[in-house]
C-alpha cells in the first residue's frame, strides 16, 4: 500500500528565506504527483503537477522536482512572502488504468512565513 | 466562473439520521471525488467516479455511499451516520490529470 510521508509537518521562516518542502511515497510506481496549498477554512488548490516521465515543473516561484528512484519529490518556493504561509499537501496517484483519480495524500506542512 | 460548489457548507446533525451532502461542478468534467480530512491523518478518498454510472471504492468507504447519475453531480450519502464520521469533507472535479476542489462541509455527528 503505497504511504505519502511530508516531513517537516511544521516550517516557520522569515520572509525573504527559500522554501523547501518534502515529499516522499512508498511505491515508485506512480502516474504522477501533484502539489497542493490549502489555506484555513478552505479547500485545495492544485499547484504543480508532474508526470512520472518528468523531473521537474516550474510555475513563477514555484519548482518541484520528482525522483522516482528514490521516492522522493521537493517543492521549492524562492523569496517566501508572508501571502505563502499555508499548509501545503503533496499527493500522488497509481500506475494503473483508469486509477489517475485514485490520489493518496501526505499529511501536509504547515508553513508560516513572518515579515 | 469555473466552481466546484458543496452544500451545506456546515452540518450539526444526530447519530443514525440520514444526511446527503450534494456536490456538483460546472467544468464538465468526467472525473469526480470526495476526501475526508481530519487532524494527523490527512487527506483520504472516500469514493471516486471516472465518469457517469461508473463509481469505485477510495481509502475508506465504510458508512458513505455515492451515486453519479450526471456528470455535474456527485452526492455523498450517510445512511446512518455515527460521531466517527465527524470531520470535514472535500469534493473534487477533475480534468487532465488535476483536480479542483471545492470549499469544504464541516460535518459533525452528535
Redesign the interface.
Known amino acids: 500500500k503505497q504511504e505519502v510521508t511530508q516531513i517537516p509537518a511544521a516550517l516557520s521562516v522569515p520572509e525573504g528565506e527559500n522554501l523547501v518542502l518534502n515529499c516522499s511515497f512508498t511505491d515508485s510506481a506512480i ?2 504527483l ?1 502539489w ?1 496549498r490549502q489555506d484555513p ?6 499547484l504543480l ?1 508532474i ?1 512520472s516521465s518528468q523531473r521537474e515543473q516550474t510555475s513563477g516561484r514555484l519548482n518541484a522536482s520528482l525522483d522516482k528512484s528514490s521516492g522522493r519529490s521537493t517543492l521549492y518556493i524562492a523569496a517566501s512572502q508572508p501571502g505563502d504561509s499555508a499548509t501545503y ?1 503533496c ?1 500522488v ?1 497509481p500506475w494503473a488504468t ?1 486509477s ?9 506542512t504547515q508553513v508560516v512565513v513572518t515579515p | 466562473e469555473a466552481q ?1 460548489t458543496q452544500n451545506p457548507r456546515y452540518l450539526i446533525t444526530v447519530t443514525g439520521k440520514k444526511l446527503t451532502v450534494t456536490c456538483s461542478q460546472n467544468m464538465n468534467h468526467e ?1 469526480m ?1 470526495w ?1 475526508r480530512q481530519d487532524p ?6 472516500i469514493y ?1 467516479s ?1 465518469n457517469v454510472e461508473v463509481t ?1 471504492k ?2 475508506v468507504p465504510e458508512g458513505y455511499k455515492v451515486s453519479r447519475k450526471e456528470k455535474r453531480n456527485f452526492p455523498l450519502i450517510l445512511e446512518s451516520p455515527s460521531p466517527n464520521q465527524t470531520s470535514l469533507y ?1 469534493c ?1 472535479s ?1 480534468g487532465d ?8 462541509t464541516r460535518l459533525t455527528v452528535l
Open positions: 502516474y504522477n501533484q497542493f477554512g478552505k479547500g485545495l488548490t492544485s503537477l508526470q499537501l499527493a496517484s483508469d489517475w483519480g485514485k490520489l493518496q495524500f501526505g499529511a501536509g | 466546484v472525473y471525488s476526501y494527523g491523518l490527512g487527506l483520504r478518498q471516486y471516472m469505485d477510495g481509502d472535500f473534487a477533475g490529470n488535476t483536480q479542483y476542489f471545492g470549499p469544504g
